[in-house]
């Protein structure tokens, strides 16, 4: 992905010296038509074409911004409640992302979702101990996480 | 034609950014037609030459996962491009291939001339490039 922005970005100071024009609007024109040319020879790169990583990495964003709300929100409810009838308690949960920034994205993530807390991660970084506000879901957590934050990171990274 | 193997790392490197550079002057050489030298057949020649480029660097069979075209369809569709341009300005009551221009205030290129004229270089322009990849690709895959 960064090879593609890099070579769109070099595309795009050509056309810049081409046509002898050095504003950003020639810059945006040629940023463009590099895009284009690039979207032509897209099966050229071992990865797919960069603006749907881009696009992934927009919808991560507004999730993120989606359960932020959430988080609090929920948080308020617990606390405003006029008894604590939550049972905390801490799960485990198996991650198959791999590379590090995936893991520290999703951990991140998992923190802001309502209601847990990441604890620690397993020396083989596999496992993710997760401290939930109430355990009686547990599972339905896992699934959501699963279903929301994991799938969504790997989209960004494939 | 005999399959030889070779290492052919630094011409494949080379033409990954190499074809891009090439493409990016041929689209500068189609829009500078009207007031500059260039225009759509000199453009189209360009952009089949950085695929001639590839074409050298790789195999037939690459090129046309990258760019699974049947050009002579693309040659087709850049003359049908051409003509109805032509039979268009008999909508307006004038002549065949007359053409019209005006000023308009797009909102990044700021007062653009836009001319019919360059409905009728694109039809140039592909047809450019469709015939001169089919002779290359026909010629390429005789043995």
């Not at chain 1, 999703?106 to 020396?123: F, K, M, Y």
């Not at chain 2, 952009?47 to 480029?53: D, E, G, N, R, Y």
């Not at chain 2, 087709?76 to 019209?100: C, K, R, Y």
Request: glycine share 6%.
């Amino acid at each position: 992905m960064a090879l593609q922005i890099l070579l769109n970005f070099i595309l795009a100071l050509c056309w810049m010296f081409l046509n002898n024009d050095y504003t950003a609007a020639a810059f945006v024109v040629g940023y463009v038509i590099g895009l284009f040319s690039l979207f032509l020879m897209r099966r050229f790169f071992r990865r797919r074409f960069y603006l749907i990583n881009i696009w992934a990495i927009i919808k991560l964003l507004f999730i993120f911004i989606k359960e932020l709300v959430l988080a609090n929100v929920s948080v308020l409810k617990t606390i405003l409640s006029p008894r604590l009838k939550n049972k905390p308690g801490i799960f485990a949960f198996k991650t198959d992302l791999k590379a590090d920034w995936e893991i520290t994205t999703l951990a991140n993530l998992i923190t802001l979702t309502p209601g847990t807390l990441v604890v620690d991660i397993s020396d083989d970084r596999s496992i993710l101990y997760i401290h939930a506000v109430d355990i009686d879901d547990a599972e339905k957590a896992i699934s959501d996480i699963r279903i929301s934050f994991e799938e969504a990171i790997k989209e960004v990274s494939r | 034609m005999k399959k030889v193997q070779t290492n052919d790392v630094i011409l494949q490197t080379v033409t990954k950014i190499a074809s891009f550079i090439i493409l990016l002057f041929s689209f500068h050489l189609f829009f500078a037609g009207h007031n500059n030298p260039g225009g759509g057949f000199i453009g189209g020649l360009m952009t089949a030459s950085s695929l001639v480029l590839l074409l050298l660097a790789y195999d037939l069979k690459t090129v046309q996962n990258i760019l699974p075209v049947n050009f002579i369809y693309v040659a087709a569709v850049g003359l049908f491009i051409s003509i109805s341009t032509g039979i268009g300005s008999f909508l307006f009551g004038a002549q065949f291939l007359s053409h019209a221009f005006d000023y308009f205030n797009l909102p990044l290129l700021g007062k653009t001339e836009l001319a019919t004229a360059v409905l009728f270089d694109i039809g140039v322009y592909l047809v450019v490039v469709g015939v001169t990849m089919t002779i290359i690709q026909t010629i390429g895959e005789r043995e």
